[in-house]
């Protein structure tokens, strides 16, 4: 079963523009990972935060994680057409299940020329 | 290249056939996954290994799917007598210890 949620499930922007995308879960966590993936494709890792973490940047990347709310979220800046994706939170459980992701649906960014 | 290879690229069987599919992981990464990822969905867990051992397996995988790692390195994922509900992109990842998982191209089925 799903963790979370993606919000907006879809998101279209221009060129240049920053784009934010929201990610909740329900269960406690030991970490978090963002990952891109491109129509068809395999799953391409952005960046992982973990649970003691507030924000992590990774050159346009910025993630920031609210544990007492149980969401995070993605923000790229200055967006390009080649970042168009679709973009996965996955969180990470400890303990015995401490390699086993847990996806939200995604969100699709469409980013127009 | 060093990244996570699946075969087949793409699989398309009629229903009742057995299927296979291998993943070379990154070598030297002692953990493997996998995942099943159905159109418009995220991926969603069904079994992984640490080394040569199976730790955990999602009430995902039916009696029908069987997953080995014989010696710690490559994997298969064997689908026995195929539904056209198993039709999806099956991903394999992999991982060194630490929590990033890197993951392959997919392999798609199609059951007809």
């Known amino acids: 079963s799903q963790q979370g949620e993606e919000d907006p499930q879809a998101l279209s922007i221009q060129e240049g523009e920053n784009a934010t995308m929201n990610c909740s879960y329900k269960?406690?966590?030991?970490?978090l990972q963002w990952y891109r993936q491109n129509s068809g494709r395999g799953l391409v890792h952005l960046i992982l935060?973990?649970?003691?973490?507030r924000e992590k940047h990774s050159g346009r990347l910025r993630v920031t994680l609210d544990t007492s709310k149980k969401s995070s979220s993605l923000l790229i800046t200055a967006s390009r057409a080649a970042d168009t994706a679709s973009y996965f939170c996955?969180?990470?459980?400890?303990?015995?299940?401490?390699?086993?992701?847990?996806f939200g649906q995604g969100t699709i960014l469409t980013v127009h020329p | 290249d060093t990244g996570v290879s699946q075969n087949p690229r793409h699989k398309i069987t009629k229903r009742g056939q057995n299927v296979t599919f291998r993943c070379d992981p990154i070598?030297?990464?002692?953990?493997l996954y996998w995942y099943r990822q159905t159109l418009g969905q995220g991926p969603e867990f069904l079994t992984y290994?640490?080394?040569?051992?199976?730790?955990?397996k999602s009430r995902l995988l039916s009696d029908r799917f069987s997953a080995e790692r014989p010696k710690g390195s490559f994997s298969t994922l064997e689908i026995q007598r195929t539904e056209q509900g198993d039709s999806a992109m099956y991903l394999c990842?992999?991982?060194?210890?630490?929590?990033?998982?890197?993951f392959g191209q997919g392999t798609r089925l199609t059951v007809v």
């Open positions: 070598s030297e990464h002692n953990r």
């Open positions: 290994f640490q080394n040569e051992a199976q730790l955990e």
């Open positions: 935060i973990r649970s003691n973490e």
């Open positions: 990842a992999s991982s060194l210890d630490r929590v990033e998982a890197f």
């Open positions: 269960t406690s966590i030991n970490n």
């Open positions: 996955a969180t990470g459980a400890g303990g015995t299940s401490y390699g086993k992701l847990t």
